[in-house]
């Protein structure tokens, strides 16, 4: 190697370590893609965890015409402290079929006889759950939350009056924003206003003044 080509390649500015993490133009144009095949596992939900480790007693029956939950317990000796705790949770999820599970299960313990009772003391706790679900980006999650508050007030009438302060500017937001929900979403507040204490009706028009009463 002559002298002249030593010297330009020592002239030769290094490659910096920011050039190196930067990449190339074209590789912000492709920006690289999930490898389906890759031995990587999404990280599981509070409720699949759960759910997975046998903390809720049920299965998914697969019928004929439809689905259905298989309890291995009878549901009236279930637990409610957690297990109706962790189906307001799994109201979040997104994936079969943890969202068939979660709604059908809460749905089938507010059901069982002296589910009033059991229910009252959790409220605070469930309302959370299902706040959550209201705010959630998925409309699925928003319409197993809008279940939960209707199976709840038929449960347990008036005592859900005061969680309902928490939840109205939810529904209100989605009442106004999305019109394929305001059918819905009214049937529920007719529900609530029905099942409710005197009261509730003023708690509904604080944050729909738009709302009609059944009773007019």
Request: net charge positive; charged share 25%; aromatic share 6%.
């Amino acid at each position: 190697m002559s002298t002249r080509m030593k010297k330009e390649v020592k002239s030769s500015p290094p490659v910096s370590s920011r050039s190196k993490r930067s990449g190339m133009p074209s590789d912000k144009l492709n920006p690289k893609t999930v490898n389906p095949f890759s031995n990587q596992t999404s990280k599981h939900s509070v409720f699949e965890a759960v759910y997975t480790k046998g903390g809720v007693p049920c299965r998914l029956s697969h019928g004929s015409v439809k689905h259905k939950l298989q309890w291995d317990t009878p549901k009236e000796d279930v637990s409610f402290d957690p297990v109706l705790i962790t189906l307001a949770e799994g109201l979040r999820e997104t994936r079969h079929p943890f969202t068939f599970v979660a709604v059908e299960g809460f749905k089938d313990l507010l059901s069982t006889p002296n589910a009033t009772q059991k229910t009252i003391p959790l409220l605070p706790r469930l309302t959370t759950s299902i706040k959550l679900a209201l705010i959630a980006k998925d409309d699925g999650c928003f319409d197993r939350g809008l279940t939960a508050i209707s199976c709840l007030s038929d449960c347990i009438g008036p005592e859900f009056d005061s969680a309902l302060k928490i939840l109205m500017t939810c529904l209100a937001r989605k009442l106004s924003a999305d019109r394929k929900k305001r059918a819905n979403i009214t049937a529920v507040l007719q529900q609530l206003e029905t099942n409710g204490g005197s009261g509730v009706l003023t708690i509904i028009k604080s944050k729909v003044p738009t709302y009609c009463s059944v009773h007019i």
